[in-house]
C-alpha cells in the first residue's frame, strides 16, 4: 500500500493498520492494576464533569475524587500506555507534541482527547496495590497519569504579561481555550509504572490491537474485558461476588441506592436484568474471539470461562526463549 493511499483511509482504518501484529508477534505491557481500575470504574458518569456536548469551562467547585470513568477514557488510558513504554524519553514522559496523530489512533478529535487527558491526569481515583511478602493490600486514592499541557506564548508576550484566564477543566488540571497545545507530557503514576516492571499486581503482555478491539465493545464487555486481564486464562466467580465495588461494581445497578441511613434513593434494575447484561457481554466476547467458552451455573449462581490468547497473551503462550518485539504503536 502507497503512503497516498494510506493517508487516504479513515482514522479508524489507519489504527488497525498500524498496530496489526507482525508475524513474529508484536506485544506491550498493560498493567494489572490499571486494568482492574477500569473493570471497576467504567459506566455512566452522572457527576459534574467537562462535557463534550457542551461549551466546556472552568470548574472551580469540583470533588477531586471519580468513581466513575467512561469507557472512552479508559481506552485512552490504555492508547497512553503503550505509547508511553514505546516512546518515554529519559525524563520518564512520553511527549505527545501532535495531538490529532493521537486521537486519530482511537478515532476522537483532538479537542476530545484534551478532555480525556483531563480526566486521566484531574481527578483521583481509588487504587488497589497488593504486597505478596508481606500479604498487605493498600487502598488509596492516586491519579492515573501525570499529564502536563504545554501552551506556547503569542508573538510579543512574556511570562509577566501571560494570562491564563478561559480555562477549560478543573483546578486540578486545565488548557486555555482558543491557544496553540504545543505539547502534552504524559507519564503513568508510580504505581503503574512498577505493575509495568512486575511488582504489585503486576502485567499481561497484550497484541497490540489491544486498544483496536477495546473500541469495537460494549462498556460491560469491556469491563469484563478488563477484569479477564490475567497470566491464568480461567476464571470462575459467584454472581455476587463478581458485581462486588472491586469486582465490575454493578451492586448499585442490581440492588439501588443507599444513603447513609440506609433508605433507598434510587431502584436497581434488579438481579434478572443485570444478570442478562452479563450473559450477553459474555456472549459479545465470545463471538469476538477472546472467549473461547463461558458458562454459568445457574445452581451454583456463578460464572466460569476461559479466554483465548488473541489479546491477552497469558504465559503459557509466549514464545519458549520469552522473547518479545518491542511496541510498534505510532508515536
Same mark, same amino acid.
Given at each position: 500500500?502507497?503512503?497516498?493511499?494510506?493517508?487516504?483511509?479513515?482514522?479508524?482504518?489507519?489504527?488497525?493498520?498500524?498496530?496489526?501484529?507482525?508475524?513474529?508477534?508484536?506485544?506491550?505491557?498493560?498493567?494489572?492494576?490499571?486494568?482492574?481500575?477500569?473493570?471497576?470504574?467504567?459506566?455512566?458518569?452522572?457527576?459534574?464533569?467537562?462535557?463534550?456536548?457542551?461549551?466546556?469551562?472552568?470548574?472551580?467547585?469540583?470533588?477531586? !475524587?471519580?468513581?466513575?470513568?467512561?469507557?472512552?477514557?479508559?481506552?485512552?488510558?490504555?492508547?497512553?500506555?503503550?505509547?508511553?513504554?514505546?516512546?518515554?524519553?529519559?525524563?520518564?514522559?512520553?511527549?505527545?507534541?501532535?495531538?490529532?496523530?493521537?486521537?486519530?489512533?482511537?478515532?476522537?478529535?483532538?479537542?476530545?482527547?484534551?478532555?480525556?487527558?483531563?480526566?486521566?491526569?484531574? !481527578?483521583?481515583?481509588?487504587?488497589?496495590?497488593?504486597?505478596?511478602?508481606?500479604?498487605?493490600?493498600?487502598?488509596?486514592?492516586?491519579?492515573?497519569?501525570?499529564?502536563?499541557?504545554?501552551?506556547?506564548?503569542?508573538?510579543?508576550?512574556?511570562?509577566?504579561?501571560?494570562?491564563?484566564?478561559?480555562?477549560?477543566?478543573?483546578?486540578?488540571?486545565?488548557?486555555?481555550?482558543?491557544?496553540?497545545?504545543?505539547?502534552?507530557?504524559?507519564?503513568?503514576?508510580?504505581?503503574?509504572?512498577?505493575?509495568?516492571?512486575?511488582?504489585?499486581?503486576?502485567?499481561?503482555?497484550?497484541?497490540?490491537?489491544?486498544?483496536?478491539?477495546?473500541?469495537?465493545?460494549?462498556?460491560?464487555?469491556?469491563?469484563?474485558?478488563?477484569?479477564?486481564?490475567?497470566?491464568?486464562?480461567?476464571?470462575?466467580?459467584?454472581?455476587?461476588?463478581?458485581?462486588?465495588?472491586? !469486582?465490575?461494581?454493578?451492586?448499585?445497578?442490581?440492588?439501588?441506592?443507599?444513603?447513609?441511613?440506609?433508605?433507598?434513593?434510587?431502584?436497581?434494575?434488579?438481579?434478572?436484568?443485570?444478570?442478562?447484561?452479563?450473559?450477553?457481554?459474555?456472549?459479545?466476547?465470545?463471538?469476538?474471539?477472546?472467549?473461547?467458552?463461558?458458562?454459568?451455573?445457574?445452581?451454583?449462581?456463578?460464572?466460569?470461562?476461559?479466554?483465548?490468547?488473541?489479546?491477552?497473551?497469558?504465559?503459557?503462550?509466549?514464545?519458549?526463549?520469552?522473547?518479545?518485539?518491542?511496541?510498534?504503536?505510532?508515536?
Amino acid at each position: 500500500m502507497s503512503n497516498k493511499d494510506f493517508q487516504s483511509l479513515p482514522a479508524s482504518d489507519k489504527f488497525l493498520i498500524t498496530t496489526k501484529p507482525t508475524e513474529q508477534g508484536s506485544l506491550h505491557k498493560q498493567a494489572r492494576g490499571y486494568l482492574k481500575t477500569a473493570s471497576r470504574l467504567v459506566g455512566k458518569d452522572t457527576s459534574e464533569q467537562a462535557s463534550l456536548f457542551e461549551i466546556p469551562y472552568f470548574q472551580t467547585e469540583i470533588n477531586p !475524587y471519580k468513581e466513575t470513568l467512561s469507557k472512552m477514557t479508559a481506552i485512552t488510558g490504555n492508547l497512553l500506555l503503550a505509547l508511553w513504554q514505546a516512546n518515554k524519553d529519559e525524563n520518564g514522559f512520553y511527549t505527545i507534541d501532535n495531538l490529532t496523530r493521537v486521537a486519530e489512533q482511537i478515532n476522537i478529535t483532538p479537542q476530545e482527547l484534551k478532555l480525556y487527558l483531563i480526566y486521566l491526569g484531574g !481527578y483521583q481515583y481509588p487504587m488497589s496495590k497488593f504486597d505478596k511478602k508481606n500479604k498487605i493490600v493498600s487502598i488509596y486514592h492516586d491519579k492515573l497519569f501525570l499529564i502536563k499541557f504545554n501552551i506556547r506564548l503569542k508573538d510579543g508576550e512574556t511570562e509577566s504579561s501571560f494570562n491564563n484566564d478561559n480555562r477549560i477543566g478543573t483546578n486540578y488540571l486545565s488548557f486555555i481555550r482558543d491557544r496553540e497545545v504545543y505539547s502534552v507530557d504524559v507519564m503513568p503514576s508510580i504505581s503503574i509504572q512498577e505493575e509495568l516492571k512486575g511488582s504489585g499486581l503486576g502485567n499481561v503482555l497484550v497484541d497490540d490491537t489491544f486498544v483496536a478491539f477495546s473500541l469495537g465493545l460494549s462498556d460491560l464487555a469491556y469491563k469484563i474485558f478488563c477484569f479477564s486481564g490475567s497470566n491464568k486464562p480461567h476464571f470462575k466467580i459467584g454472581f455476587d461476588k463478581l458485581i462486588k465495588v472491586k !469486582y465490575l461494581n454493578l451492586e448499585r445497578q442490581v440492588k439501588g441506592v443507599y444513603n447513609k441511613e440506609g433508605k433507598r434513593e434510587k431502584t436497581g434494575a434488579g438481579k434478572t436484568r443485570v444478570l442478562k447484561r452479563i450473559q450477553d457481554a459474555f456472549n459479545e466476547l465470545l463471538e469476538k474471539g477472546h472467549i473461547k467458552k463461558w458458562k454459568y451455573d445457574e445452581q451454583a449462581d456463578s460464572f466460569s470461562w476461559t479466554y483465548s490468547d488473541k489479546i491477552i497473551k497469558h504465559r503459557d503462550f509466549l514464545p519458549k526463549n520469552g522473547q518479545i518485539e518491542a511496541p510498534r504503536l505510532e508515536p
